[in-house]
């Protein structure tokens, strides 16, 4: 691992943190914090969700207040009352969710708000020089005029990048940079952040991905319940002591053991030729008791194979066939009757329902189970919604509290038990562990393993090919809308995965 | 880093496990939310019988829940559409439509009873194709409604040819409303019985919930298995039914009817939703504080004709204490996220 300009002892301090406190209504988000960032390296936050390296991130950007704690910027102390404060102290902030004006100009956007202009009008000439010469000092090909809508992610980003370095900023926060790009998109995200350390600048990276932090931090600080467990140089980390220091004990084996496939169990799920928007002819099998994983790209057409064999998305040829016959009309309603779940891919815009308590949640696809004349026994409710819950192991007994108040896991888990209280012989778990934090994910995995073991079928889509393969029995990959790849047994590699999911190829070629 | 435009401000990203603090709290400000109108409308109660003795008697608070009773069964269905995500502009016009259509049928000597029904009818029907232009047309509900609006008020016009029908020679037709029963009228107990459904259904039955999960989170609401454009039509349709119960049940009362858009009717059972704290966005809200919202735009009304103030004011207080009311509600939100 060659850290560029790593642990040059006596760097300057452009940034210090002292004590830093601050609530959450009665949740301390942080309890007396103090990190310092040194210019030109790479300090990387991370821990548990929950832990407090989005709310640490914020505090420096400006974009939350510290209710204790002072904050130093070259030794002198600073309050920052908003992020526009903390951007003329060179502070700037890139969030996890990108912040774009759509049908604006990259141009334009990268100097929002920073126009050249003359008495009140913004000069064109002048925007496009400045952002010509910008661009190529920071090595981006980016588009000046198109709209910034149509880019890519991680384009995106790249305006947002561009953005805090026509600002000169110093000091870049950026929060889970890499959690939306692909892998190319990613690689080449970490040469600019290496880039930006060369010329001097400072990034305060939060991240999940341990394998990053480990290979573009300096310095790496460690979170756990709001507070601080330790500061070390990267070279003094490796995965297993981050993830120690994370949970504050040894992390279990990552994955349940897999158990092998019955042979001659029965196909649950068989789909043939299917196109959707997004997808070119489908066709896979999923038997019983069997975790097939399904690879691929961001964008290769997971995600919308799998709306397609649910019914959320409108099908244009192709079958969907369940254990007990076809599903011709597609609808959500009519695949859950039949035994067809899904989890869907995110769980705040297609899964749970905000405002509503943690029981409305869990019980809205089978209210017809406990209601007479559609009225609902509350009683009998409750009842059922306690039984999946205490399956999936949502802790604290308080099912009214609105389902928005759980953690990432504990919300993925109502998703879980609401759909274990529709009994699906097929469930599609689309991310299932996204933004969840190590120990949950280890429950989440249990729970699909010890499902397959009572005989689900699952068709797993996962983007952490690690998942796929602690997982899966066999392997599906996508690339380009089309299944161009099945791997089983000793086939089931990262290499093979990845070189499946960069191929062009049609549907049935092997990939070696 | 919030853009300004977004209603409620993005949580922290904490994502803490609830706590047994944190629960508690969530809980008490749930509360304080949820008295949200009732106080307010308590004080002013209060106010106004100290204020004017003729105010808390039972001839002066009988009128008020009697010149009401349109207004809230009209609110009460409204509540429905707006926690499924929708917005009906065509109430007014309906309730116009309605009572034209059971007063005409009543000139033309059908029997009262059924004039009523054929009006209550005509309501349904006029919420049926609101909702199906709605959600099957992909139209949004503020536009289909507005429109739908023009055309049943224009219907209404052709029927009267722009008069004022007079019902003053057919007393059997007030017969709907001005039976006492228990000294109470029964135009009164009409709209109890009608709004104590509504608040039912929307609490207790599996559709009402479908309508909570729809206009919370529609998308969401279609994965989990919920018909979401079936709940929003059944919405509309309540709404008009409910618009058309409470034409008739005026034409009943004042014994006539005529074609009007009624506008103002519309906005003050949108002003009564929102002030008693059903969310505009959907996903949010429930009858009781419709009725507590509606009645408390009624006080004010009747404190300025109790207290004899000057009713050029009446509308500027009106606006006032909504904005304060509404204020309020997004304040309480903002801190609880």
Redesign the interface.
Known sequence: MARVGSVAPSRRVFVELREIDKH????R?LDAVSISVEEGTVHAVIGE??A?K??LG?II?G??QPDAGEILLDGELVSFRS?REALSSGIA?I??EL?VVPRLSVAENVFLGAEPRRGGWVRRGALRRRFEALAGEAGFALPPDRPAGLLRTAEQQQIEILRALARDARLIVM?EPSAALSEPDTVRLHEIIRSLTHAGKSVLLVSHFLREVLELADTVTVLRD?KLVHTKPTSQETEDTLIRAMLGRPLDAAFPPKSAPRAGAPVVLSVRDLSAPGVVDASLEVREGEIVGLAGLVGAGRSELARAI?G?DRRQKGEVELADGDLASAA??V???HGLA?I?ESRK????????SVL?NVT??R??QF?RF???NRRAERAAASRVLDRVAVK?G?YG??V?????G?QQKVLFA?MLL?GPRVLIADEPTRGVDVGAKRAIYDLLVGLAGEGMGVLLISSEVEEILGLAQRVLVMSRGRIVSELRGEEMTESAILAAAFSERTAGARVP | MTTGADTTPAPPEVEAPPTRVGRAQALVQGRWRAAGIVIPFLILFVVLTIASSSFATKANLLNILDQQSATLIIAAAGTLVLVSGGIDLSVGSIYGLSGVVAAELAIHNWPAGLAILVGVLVGFAAGLINGVVATYFRISALIATLAMSFVLAGIGSLITQGNLLNLFTHQSFSQLTRTSIFTVNSSIWLMAVAVIALGLFLAATTTGRYMYAAGGNPEAARIAGVRVNVVRVVSFMLSGGAAGLAGVIDASRVLSAQSQDNSSLTFTVLAGIVVGGTSILGGEGAVWRTVVGILFIALIGNGYDLLGLNPLYEQITLGVLMILAVGLDAWSRGRRA
Do not use: E
């Not at chain 1, 815009?349 to 509503?356: A, F, K, T, V, W």
């Open positions: 959450f209504g009665g949740v988000a969700n929950g407090g989005s709310t914020k950007a974009a939350l992020p902030a969030a996890q912040l929060d709001g649910f959320a959500p309603l695949s859950l009757r899904m869907p815009d297609q899964g749970l329902l905000p405002g509503r409305d809205i696809s209210l017809d209601s559609g009225i609902v604290g308080d509290a609105p928005s108040a759980l953690s990432g504990n609401r529709c």
